[in-house]
């Protein structure tokens, strides 16, 4: 099963026009950045996933996933609810 969260329009960090967007699959976690031509994408397999943190401002919260390779994903403007969902799910 997969999920997807996509971060608010509102909370700033370049999030306006492109939104950061994590997907979380039974295999990898995505972390999917659009841009005028395309996107970045980094992946990380469930399995290499070393920890996971948020950072929680006064409206948004920002997670930040480390992979034991050394691999850094920071995904910025989540509601405080989702990012404690995509905690939760990384966690697992």
Known sequence: MAY????????GDGNAVFPDKLIITDEFVIYR??????YKETKIR??????VSV???LLFADIIIES???NVIVARGFS???AR?????LEE
């Open 46 to 51: 469930l399995s290499s996933v070393g920890s």
């Open 4 to 11: 997807e969260f996509t971060a608010s329009r509102v909370s």
């Open 85 to 89: 969902e995509i905690a939760d799910l």
């Open 33 to 38: 950045k659009s841009r005028v031509i395309g």
């Open 55 to 57: 950072r929680q401002h």
């Open 68 to 70: 034991k390779g050394g």
């Open 80 to 82: 405080r609810g989702e």
